[in-house]
């Protein structure tokens, strides 16, 4: 994460876009999919904009609320303008200049794993954005660390999907490469013009991969929605 940081892939991509660049996107490569690309409008949409079962994890949020990964301030816009106090924590100056732009009130540029001190009813990985952990072994670390800025009584939304359609065979079934590290697990690389980010790790994670996982450091998980191709929204509490 700190490659993306250096180079400020997605800051400098919402920055285009508010300048007037409409065409401005991400290239997004992997070690397990071919090249696609992220639209910087995508960043940028409304709620009526985004599908049904991301719009279901924001109405779960209620009192103070940590957006972490806020990006272009979507999601923490939403909740601001419904007068909930959100603090909207990004790791990227960019975003976080271009949050402020677009009116939000309590902005954060930091490391989520460095932040401390105020704590909350509600903290949102949208966007997959639990995925922050890297990998699957550093999930337990990431989750005993949010359990820190809860108020008792908090919960952590988030969505994911399950990779599994990735291996679907033709006739329906479903191979799954036998190897150490979960299949959910990828190296990406990204680009916006001539900015790269280097590899780094992200994940995807299945809804019984994370309820077992999150049982194991005493959190308990509420599946809240699924939406239209293996992903999903849920809560740990």
Not at 72 to 79: I, V
Not at 127 to 142: S, V
Not at 162 to 184: A, C, N, R, V
């Amino acid at each position: 994460m700190k490659s993306i940081q250096g180079e400020d892939i997605f800051g400098m991509c919402c920055k285009d876009y508010m300048a007037g660049n409409r065409k401005a996107k991400i290239t997004v490569m992997s070690d397990i999919a071919e090249t696609d690309y992220l639209p910087a409008d995508y960043l940028f949409r409304n709620f009526e904009d985004m599908p049904p079962h991301e719009q279901k994890a924001l109405q779960q949020a209620r009192g103070e609320i940590l957006d972490i990964g806020a990006c272009a301030g979507s999601h923490s816009l939403y909740l601001q303008e419904l007068g909930y106090n959100v603090t909207s924590l990004d790791i990227s100056p960019g975003c976080c200049e271009v949050m402020k732009e677009r009116g939000l009130k309590d902005v954060v540029c930091e490391d989520i794993f460095q932040y401390k001190g105020k704590t909350f009813d509600s903290i949102l990985l949208l966007m997959n954005g639990i995925g922050i952990a890297g990998t699957l072994p550093n999930l337990p670390c990431l989750l005993e660390h949010l359990r820190t800025l809860l108020n008792p009584g908090g919960k952590i939304i988030f969505d994911s999907s399950d990779l599994q359609y990735l291996y679907l065979d033709e006739d329906g079934s479903i191979s799954i490469p036998l190897t150490e590290k979960y299949y959910g697990e990828l190296v990406y690389n990204l680009q916006y013009k001539k900015l790269k980010s280097g590899k780094f790790n992200w994940f995807f994670i299945d809804p019984y991969t994370i309820e077992a996982v999150s049982g194991e450091v005493n959190f308990k998980m509420q599946f809240l929605a699924a939406g239209p191709h293996y992903d999903y929204v849920a809560c740990l509490y």
